[in-house]
């Protein structure tokens, strides 16, 4: 009788470590092989149609990239914009970090009571 408990439990045991096993690991395209997938013309100008397609990330932005109006952008243009990015990031960043930089008031919102009365009405 033990051994008819005992069973199920081994069995649960063994499907829960089997379910457990690390799946591959997911390969990530380099933004060179993403362009080249995405460029189904393959010459070297990708434009708005094969964004939408292919390359969301660029078709989500592909007015910014192509900032001349060209109807196309190439990997420099994309690889620009990125560097563009980095560093509006980097210089947001270094912003943030400044001590002196006033920083926002906080504003505490407490729901179900009246909020409190102005400073010049108090007196």
Do not use: C
């Amino acid at each position: 009788m033990r051994t008819l408990l005992v069973l199920p439990f081994v069995s649960l045991i063994a499907l829960s470590a089997q379910a457990q096993t690390p799946a591959e690991p997911h390969h990530r395209m380099t933004q060179e092989q993403h362009f080249e997938q995405a460029n189904t013309t393959h010459d070297g100008h990708l434009t708005l149609p094969q964004a939408k397609a292919a390359y969301a990330t660029i078709a989500r932005h592909f007015r910014e990239i192509d900032s001349s109006g060209k109807g196309y952008v190439t990997e420099d243009d994309i690889k620009a914009w990125h560097a563009q990015q980095r560093a509006a990031r980097q210089a947001a960043k270094t912003a943030a970090a400044d001590p002196l930089r006033p920083r926002q008031a906080m504003h505490r919102v407490v729901t179900g009571q009246p909020a409190p009365a102005p400073a010049e009405a108090a007196q």
